[in-house]
């Protein structure tokens, strides 16, 4: 398995909350992503990096924004956790064109 | 194929069976096919990927087939064993603007009987 780790795994919140999620590699991939998975929905992106402190926007960014301050750490933070945000989060590392390994996600419910 | 509302296709075989799940894309720009599994509670597992200058790849015990005419990805799985349980979906790079972004499809939930 890629070395991919994320933290929490299970996490309960209230409405209004910050939430901040970790994604930690071992690969020294360039590239890292957030998505979500929800019933009906696939998995969206959310935000991705393509390298040290440069990120972009996905299809679902509302309400979510990132952080990458290292190579190997992609932080995903909900300002203020509504329960339209309860899901399960996932984050994928890449090298670039090519195959994405994902971590074991993080299971958010917002109360 | 894909899912419509929240219900997954799904597809039913008995162990030992080959299974084949199929996949529509939708951007003829697609450079780059992948195939994941899911198994419950679990993060997508890459299976196997094809570029668009193939027609068909092999894995251990699993084949995929692209058709550019029709923009129809299958994958098939032989000899299927109960591990074999899990939701399968399909992923394009060429529909979100740029080709080190996926689109991932709603997935197959494949159950084999044993």
């Known amino acids: 398995d890629a070395g991919i780790t994320q933290s929490p795994r299970h996490k309960v919140t209230e409405t209004g909350t910050p939430v901040t999620l970790r994604c930690h590699q071992t690969?020294?991939?360039?590239?890292m992503y957030w998505y979500r998975q929800d019933p009906g929905h696939g998995l969206r992106l959310i935000h991705y990096s393509y390298g040290v402190k440069d990120t972009d926007k996905g299809e679902v960014s509302d309400g979510y924004s990132v952080s990458r301050s290292k190579t190997e750490d992609f932080l995903l933070t909900l300002e203020s956790a509504t329960s339209s945000q309860t899901s399960v989060y996932f984050c994928?590392?890449?090298?670039?064109?090519?195959?994405?390994?994902f971590g074991p996600g993080t299971r958010l419910t917002v109360l | 194929g894909e899912s419509v509302g929240l219900h997954l296709p799904t597809l039913s075989v008995q162990e030992g069976d080959n299974s084949i799940i199929n996949c529509a894309y939708s951007n003829s720009a697609s450079d780059y096919f992948i195939w994941y599994k899911q198994e419950s509670g679990k993060g997508p597992q890459f299976i196997i990927d094809?570029?668009?200058?193939?027609d068909k790849r092999q894995g251990q015990r699993v084949t995929v087939l692209l058709n550019k005419t029709v923009k129809h990805l299958s994958l098939q799985i032989a000899a299927t064993q109960p591990g074999d349980s899990a939701v399968y979906f399909c992923a394009e790079n060429g529909s979100g603007g740029s080709n080190y972004k996926l689109t991932f499809g709603k997935g197959t939930l494949l159950t084999v009987n044993p």
């Open positions: 094809i570029r668009s200058n193939m």
């Open positions: 994928a590392i890449s090298e670039g064109a090519a195959r994405q390994y």
């Open positions: 690969e020294n991939h360039r590239y």
